[in-house]
């Protein structure tokens, strides 16, 4: 049984940071692609960022968050992390770590319905 388990949300003034964690059991990690969707009240889940789990990590990130928002990983945990820095007042959202399973050498999915493992959510919310 998959799942996928986060962790690290909280409230934050705008410009500070958090650590987002995704601890994921019950499916070979390495042949997988997992990423970080968010969903705010009244608007659609999106793709905040997306990395392979094979070797070379490829990353996708959204034009929102680049240079803001680092994506990694920790094979041997098989766990996921978004580290947000400098956050904004629209960065405010549910935070949603996914998972689909991939070939070692697939690019990644990077919409919301190409992943069929999602966690429970953790609240991220920035305030001025």
């Known amino acids: 049984q998959v799942q996928l388990v986060e962790s690290g949300g909280g409230s934050v003034q705008v410009g500070g940071s958090l650590r987002l964690s995704c601890a994921s059991s019950?499916?070979?990690?390495?042949?997988?692609?997992m990423g970080w969707f968010r969903q705010a009240p009244g608007k659609e889940r999106e793709r905040v960022a997306i990395m392979h789990f094979n070797n070379y990590g490829g990353t996708n990130y959204a034009d929102s968050v680049k240079g803001r928002f680092t994506i990694s990983k920790d094979n041997a945990k098989n766990t996921l992390y978004l580290q947000m820095n400098s956050l904004k007042a629209e960065d405010t959202a549910m935070y949603y770590c996914?998972?689909?399973?991939?070939?070692?050498?697939?690019?990644?999915?990077?919409?919301?319905?190409?992943?069929?493992?999602w966690g429970q959510g953790t609240q991220v919310t920035v305030s001025s």
């Open positions: 996914a998972a689909v399973q991939a070939g070692i050498w697939a690019p990644c999915p990077v919409v919301p319905g190409a992943f069929p493992y």
């Open positions: 019950g499916y070979a990690a390495s042949r997988s692609c």
